[in-house]
């Protein structure tokens, strides 16, 4: 039988004593309150505020809460409202003693340090409600039991930037989320994370601004239409002479102090017209103003109304129908419901612009069922249709079929790819602390284990990435210059092009170079080239006879490679520099050129080059260009992201990727091709972001972050390229905000899941949430 309040109140004094403190008395204030709670109501909650409690109190309270079970106590509410000075590890305790008594944790004020996170996150709660507030908390995973949590607020956890993959597995009550004001971007990350949560049906990352809950807003459950037609707060008319300069005062606030709202919104001169209808909301004292908002462009009514704290992962576009789609228990987004008409329409945009798993696969499966359909030639179980089961059928007469099968399992199951830098071959080689600093790279044409990169420094190293080791080390000669040039050749794979951003030219032979990074020189004896100013792009024909330059100036040269003489010399091929040009894979007379003038033109050697085959433009300065594999497609990168793909044989355009602009001029895009000729990956110098598109469809598959856990810092994206031994693997060439001086080469695996524990990471501590050279 319980015990009365009452006892709680002897018990607490009793351990004052044996503590030697003073009783405290908002303790005792709090256990009168609970115990008229359960004479009048029959119910009583134990409030323990930590803004009243000092380091001295916190040793009796968690010597009474340790046996609380035995009171007649329902709940016990543990709060935080200003910063407390209360000792961490005892609040931890206090937690812990309250145990399954425990309904609601809010310390959205206390600053918790990481370790103290840490054991929270890994032992886990009883509570059913916690708010918590901390920029101590990076990447989220709370791996530890919250069985009863149905209610999770991490709202203005400003360093919050990912959500790891199982870090809501154990909570299968959860139903509100709300994590407006955080770092959080990436989409397909955060769907992984959030799949795990079978009971959710609230969530939002920005909030209405009369809503302090993740229920629907009241104006929007009064108002008709979607969430795009409901621009208005609405106001009584009473009220309006009172309500005019508090409303512009309000927002006026808002604009000014949140940059990101006029981000959303696309417009810095954003201007806006406050006016007032003629209905009511009625008894809703958390509306600052009841207020009827109208915006000249009402393209924007709905940001307007929902922007208020929004995550980044809100800028995304199609963000709300994603989210609609990827999770179909969903009933409430960011304050406005969801309603048949919604999904609908969210299903429909999903499968226009994303791809759910790779090749149009449609439902995820494990590796073993594909290898043992293979092994067997059954079909595929999510095929249930007699027409999906011809279609299937028909499919895997494809050589391709069964691949192509495995790696959309693997990819399906791996939410953050497997990360390894390269940083540990190259310091090797040098003396001392100094690192080599990679500016140019490209993966060998016939052996799988070999890259050639040159660095800011015109040294050119070839490494066995899959060993680790290196396999040649060519130093730099004479004044030192940025390699920015390099092209293995077709049919003698031994033999690489250098050039420099200075003019030089070199054609090495990697076997006859020492091997050994300890070496004073080489013993090569490189072929010379005349020089080419200002290079900042090289590439071989398909038979290895010629190659040809670009770079800051409107020329583009040809050169025979094996008497080292300058064939050509065409000028004015653009009205501005030409930075990437780029021979056809199979045809060796055929090349294209690529221009900040914003064209791309296809030329033909066999003809006098005054006029281009044709010429075709994009909307910004073309930062490179390149053949597909099979040469019928070309894919421009223009600056700020702007990536299409044009037909070969007459430029028109095929495929635009639709990707964001960030309205940056300095932000420079490039492009290749993955998997032969299914996918695009694309990056840009000022972002940390490689995003995976269809190449046919344009759809997108993922979008991957890069960034330095240890320093919290972002990673850009200076260029990367596509392993062409396997697929859905990668290189990135990426610089460190912090230091600024860092480049490194990263490999990436989209088939493999990172775990934060491997010998990369511990090292790096790194993760996935200049110039103009290809």
Known sequence: ????????????????????????AAVLSQLYKASMQEKVQKRSILVVSLDELEDDDMLPLVDVLLKIHLFKVDAVDILSTSKSIVNQESVLSLMRAVNSTLRIVDLQDTLFRKDILWDLFQGGLSCQMLKLRSTEIQK??????????????????SS????????FTCMPKLMRLSMCGTRIADLWTTRAALSRLPSLTELRFQNCICCKDTGPCLASSNAAGSPASVGKLLINQDTLNDSVDKVSNHFGGILSSDPSFVAISGRADLQLEVSFGDLHVQGRDDCPENINLKLRDTSVISKMYLSCHPSPICYEKHYREYMIASLPHLVVLDNFPVRKQDREMANTVFSQYYEYLPYQRRQKENVASVLHMRETGRG??????????????SCRKSPH??????CAAKLGSSATPSLHT???????????????????????????SLMAFGTLDGEVVVVNHDAGNIFSYIPLFGVTNSILGLCWLNKNPFKLLAGSDSGSLRLYDINDTLQKAESDCSSSSPVVFEKFEQLTSLHVNSTDDQFLTSGYSKKVAIYDICSGKRLHLFGDMHQEPINVAKFAHHSPNL?????????????????????PCYTTSSSRGNVMVCFSPDDLYLLVSAVDNEVKQLLSVDGRLQTDFGIAST????????????????YVISGSSDESIVRICCAQTGRRLRDYYLEDRALESPVLVQSLRSDPFRHFHMAVLASYVRPSSRRDIIKVNLLETGQYGDEDSKREDFSISYGHGG
């Open 591 to 611: 090349l294209v050129t690529s221009s900040f003038d914003r064209d791309v033109k296809l030329w033909d050697l066999r003809q006098t080059p005054n006029q």
């Open 422 to 448: 390269m940083s540990n071959i190259s310091n090797n080689i040098k003396e001392g602390s100094e690192s080599l600093r990679p500016r140019q790279f490209e993966y060998h044409p016939t052996n799988p």
């Open 401 to 406: 079929f069964y691949s192509r099968s495995l």
């Open 140 to 157: 989220l995973n709370m791996v530890g039991s919250f069985m009863q949590l149905h209610t999770l607020n991490l709202d203005f956890c």
């Open 1 to 24: 039988m319980s015990l009365d309040i009452s006892s709680i109140v002897s018990r607490y004094l009793n351990s004052c004593s044996l503590h030697e403190v003073l009783p405290s």
């Open 380 to 393: 595929n179980a999510y095929h249930n249709t007699s027409s999906q089961i011809k279609e299937a059928v």
């Open 160 to 167: 919050l930037t990912s959500l790891e993959k199982d870090c």
């Open 663 to 678: 309205g940056s001029a300095h932000n420079y895009t490039r492009s290749y091709y993955m998997n032969g000729r299914d």
